[in-house]
């Protein structure tokens, strides 16, 4: 179908052009088609071209798109980011609606002309051209917006789009080694090697009504009585499927949270698809044979879940699957990993025949430092998993004997609103620490317990990750569940109809739930110290002024125990512009977290049975009759 047919852009194209037909403005409409989809690069230059007057040449890139009453500037060719970059920023940033229109319909038809394309309009966007210059930086272009009904001026920049099928750097997926090089640490307890504060981050570039990296704005939550709380959420399709992904930041200032926020939203999104880099393997596991890893090591579902969603097919060895280039680093080698365990949200919902969330996914400013946060994920959640569903009792730890005093205010100030803070060694099989913080509310009430967790080489820095988890959610927990409360009742003695991630954190606030957290509240123990706690038998390990060798000590604590380690590259160019790096890690056999009751892989996987008695924890593996079945509180 010819642009031209549809092209709302055509008068406004053609009023542009009389005035000086010896420099034609190339105008290209937004919303006729699927920018995202289109892949054809001679197609998409000439549809383009339709919209030249004649003479024109049909590989002319637009230099003008307008949807509606706004008309966008694009880049120059030639500079940084393209008319494209800017065709799918605007797309992603449009409303469900829109979206499934284009993404999902059929062709598209034009209502008439646009009220807007006037002589007088196309005046002063001729003049805006003249004006506005290029004005970028090395990573970002200037776009210049003009309101046709107002003629009010904005800018914003654009930050490229990787997998432009114009100006994208996307290479195709292959079989290479991580570099992971000397990362000095700033000091022993210290393991990020560059603050947040250092990165080069533009909010407005990365969330902007019109090209937005991740959505429209950030949003504060005001009531927040333990943070200056800032919340973020941007779309991303999985099949038919629109998701909102919420990213956001938990610091004491409104500024510092914005930008943590804005860091999680990166991870985010290069968790939820591939971005740089193309999939080139698709085959069978039966084919591959020791080249790859087989997913069922990380757990399946029980046969009932696929039996009542004959939509999702299982895993199985001869069907042909998508997968990317990952690095064992017990082994030293490639390996290949399942699309789907990498990348959370990139396959259709048929397709994932387990639904992976961010376990073991994580950033930082060098991809030793994002390799050592994604594998603590995984080890603390493991452990987590072991606990609950073990029905297993932890020693307790008393927070007022943290040596650090912005630990011990934070626990006075949840106790001035109501909750006593809680914390638990929950070390199962390795020797690093990892800490459980339950935010209980004292009068036993409405929103009862928020769960956190944390691991670190270093116990003050895992109980400080536990702790801002709690404080950030334990008080929201009163109006969160109370607004939700019909529904989460039904799930006490339904948990079938425990779905979604929110779920999980919700149902206890519910105060008929803390019953089944009383293995874990009600030992009756008294809280051991900080020091008391790990020292002894089990000491914390030792700290390294390098975090490759923290890392190093990580990697064979975990494989000494017969476990591999794979990690993939997930980093974005956006990412890499910025010094940042995320990767997915690994660990064939460790406990996951799932979310939704019917999809909890832990339930089945060998190690929930094993693990205690292999940690000397226990004279028996866990039977059946033993296994707490129910839904974890994890957030």
Request: hydrophobic content about 40%; aromatic content about 6%.
């Amino acid at each position: 179908m010819s642009s031209a047919a549809v092209d709302p852009g055509h008068r406004i194209s053609a009023l542009l052009n009389a005035a000086d037909p010896s420099s034609p403005v190339v105008v290209y409409p937004l919303g006729v088609r699927d920018e995202l989809g289109v892949r054809d690069e001679l197609r998409v230059r000439d549809e383009l071209g339709a919209t030249v007057p004649a003479g024109g040449a049909p590989t002319v890139h637009p230099q003008v798109l307008v949807y509606g009453r706004y008309a966008l500037l694009a880049p120059e060719p030639g500079g940084v980011g393209c008319a494209r970059c800017l065709a799918r920023r605007w797309q992603a940033l449009r409303p469900a609606d829109l979206r499934d229109a284009l993404e999902l319909g059929g062709e598209t038809a034009a209502v008439g002309d646009s009220p807007y394309a006037t002589r007088f309009a196309a005046d002063a966007l001729r003049a805006l051209r003249a004006a506005a210059g290029t004005d970028a930086t090395d990573a970002t272009a200037t776009i210049h917006v003009l309101d046709l009904e107002t003629l009010r001026v904005s800018r914003v920049p654009l930050v490229p789009d990787g997998d432009c099928t114009e100006c994208g750097t996307a290479v195709p997926d292959a079989a290479t080694a991580p570099e992971l090089p000397a990362s000095p640490k700033r000091a022993p307890d210290s393991f990020r090697t560059r603050d947040a504060a250092d990165y080069p981050l533009s909010t407005v570039a990365l969330v902007n009504p019109i090209c937005g990296v991740l959505g429209t704005g950030l949003w504060p939550d005001v009531t927040s009585r333990t943070a200056s709380t800032v919340h973020g959420v941007f779309q991303v399709r999985g099949g038919e499927y629109l998701r909102d992904m919420l990213h956001g930041g938990h610091a004491d200032s409104y500024a510092r949270s914005a930008r943590l926020s804005l860091l999680e939203g990166l991870e985010r999104a290069a968790g939820m698809r591939p971005s740089g880099k193309r999939t080139t393997v698709v085959a069978t596991l039966d084919d591959l044979g020791p080249d790859a890893l087989d997913p069922r090591e990380c757990g399946v579902y029980a046969d009932e879940f696929y039996q009542s969603n004959r939509y999702i097919k299982r895993f199985a060895p001869d069907r042909p699957i998508p997968w990317v280039w990952g690095w064992s680093m017990r082994d030293a080698r490639p390996i290949l990993v399942p699309e789907v365990l990498v990348y959370y949200h990139h396959a259709r919902v048929e397709d994932r025949f387990v639904q992976e969330c961010s376990n073991g996914c994580a950033s930082g400013g060098s991809l030793v430092e994002a390799v050592y946060y994604g594998l603590l994920e995984a080890i603390e959640r493991d452990a987590f998993m072991i606990a609950w569903y073990g029905r297993r009792s932890l020693a307790e730890i008393d927070p007022h004997t943290s040596r650090r005093p912005e630990t011990r205010l934070m626990v006075d100030r949840l106790a001035m609103y109501g909750y006593r803070a809680r914390f638990f060694d929950t070390r199962c099989t390795f020797d690093i620490p990892v800490v459980t913080g339950v935010a209980e509310r004292i009068d036993g009430g409405f929103g009862t317990l928020a769960f956190g967790g944390g691991a670190s080489l270093d116990p003050e820095t895992a109980m400080a990750a536990a702790l801002c988890e709690i404080a950030a959610d334990s008080i929201p927990l009163r109006g969160r569940a109370g607004g939700d409360e019909p529904r989460l009742r039904e799930m006490v003695d339904a948990y079938d109809k425990v779905l979604n991630l929110h779920d999980h954190p919700l149902l206890y606030g519910l105060p008929e739930m803390r019953r089944h957290a009383s293995f874990l509240l009600d030992s009756g123990a008294a809280p051991r110290s900080m020091t008391e706690t790990y020292a002894g038998a089990r000491p914390a390990p030792p700290l390294a002024a390098d975090l490759r060798d923290d890392l190093e000590r990580c990697v064979s604590t975990v494989t000494a125990q017969g476990f591999d380690v794979v990690v993939v590259d997930q980093t974005r160019a956006e990412q890499r512009d910025l010094g940042l790096h995320t990767a997915s890690v690994t660990v064939p056999g460790l406990l996951p977290i799932d979310f939704g009751w019917q999809r909890q892989r832990a339930l089945h996987l060998p190690r929930l049975r094993t693990a205690q008695r292999l940690a000397g924890l226990a004279d028996h593996d866990l039977r059946d009759d033993e296994i707490h079945r129910v839904p974890h509180p994890y957030p």
